[in-house]
C-alpha cells in the first residue's frame, strides 16, 4: 500500500482584521448610513429610494437594462457572503472570532429589521437571511475542516 499524503486547502490573507472582519456588515452599514442620515425612517421614502434606479446601460440591442438600489445591494451583498462562505476555510481560530462577530451582526439586522419602521423591507430582509446563511454555514464549514485535520 502506497501511502500518500493529503493536502489541505488553507485560505488566507495577509490581513488578520480582513480575516475577522464581516463583510457582509459592509451593506449594512450602507443601508443604516442611508436611512439615519440621508432618507429617514419613513417607510415610504426607504421603498422609493430602494426603487430607485441605480444605473442604465444601453445593450447593443438597443434595449435599456437598468438596476435598482435595491438590486445593487442584493448583488453586492451576494457577492460578500460568497467571498465569506471562501474565509469559512482559513485559520480555525480567527474563523471563530469571525462567526462571535458575525453571529453579533445578525442581532443587529434583527434588532433594526424588528424596532426600525425604516428597516422593515424584503431588502433588509434579505440581507438578515444572508447573514444567517453566513453564520449557520461558516460554523459548518469550520467544524467539517477541523474534523478532517484530527482523523
Same mark, same amino acid.
Given at each position: 500500500?502506497?501511502? /500518500?499524503?493529503?493536502?489541505? +486547502? ?9 480575516? @475577522?472582519?464581516?463583510? $457582509? !456588515?459592509? #451593506?449594512?452599514? /450602507?443601508?443604516?448610513?442611508? +436611512? ?9 421614502? @426607504?421603498?422609493?429610494? $430602494? !426603487?430607485? #434606479? ?17 438590486? @445593487?445591494?442584493?448583488?453586492? !451583498? ?74
Amino acid at each position: 500500500m502506497a501511502r /500518500y499524503r493529503e493536502r489541505r +486547502v488553507r485560505l488566507s490573507s495577509s490581513s488578520p482584521t480582513f480575516d @475577522v472582519f464581516p463583510l $457582509l !456588515a459592509l #451593506p449594512m452599514l /450602507y443601508y443604516n448610513f442611508m +436611512v439615519f442620515f440621508i432618507i429617514g425612517l419613513d417607510p415610504a421614502a @426607504v421603498n422609493a429610494w $430602494l !426603487a430607485g #434606479p441605480a444605473f442604465q446601460l444601453t445593450m447593443f440591442s438597443g434595449a435599456t437594462w437598468s438596476m435598482t438600489q435595491a438590486d @445593487v445591494i442584493v448583488a453586492a !451583498a451576494m457577492g460578500l457572503l460568497f467571498i465569506e462562505i471562501l474565509k469559512s476555510v482559513g485559520s480555525p481560530m480567527l474563523s471563530l472570532v469571525n462567526h462571535g462577530i458575525a453571529v453579533m451582526t445578525l442581532l443587529f439586522y434583527v434588532v433594526e429589521f424588528i424596532s426600525f419602521p425604516g428597516f422593515t423591507t424584503s431588502v433588509f430582509f434579505m440581507l438578515a437571511l444572508m447573514q444567517l446563511i453566513d453564520v449557520i454555514a461558516g460554523y459548518t464549514i469550520t467544524i467539517v475542516s477541523t474534523r478532517g485535520l484530527t482523523r
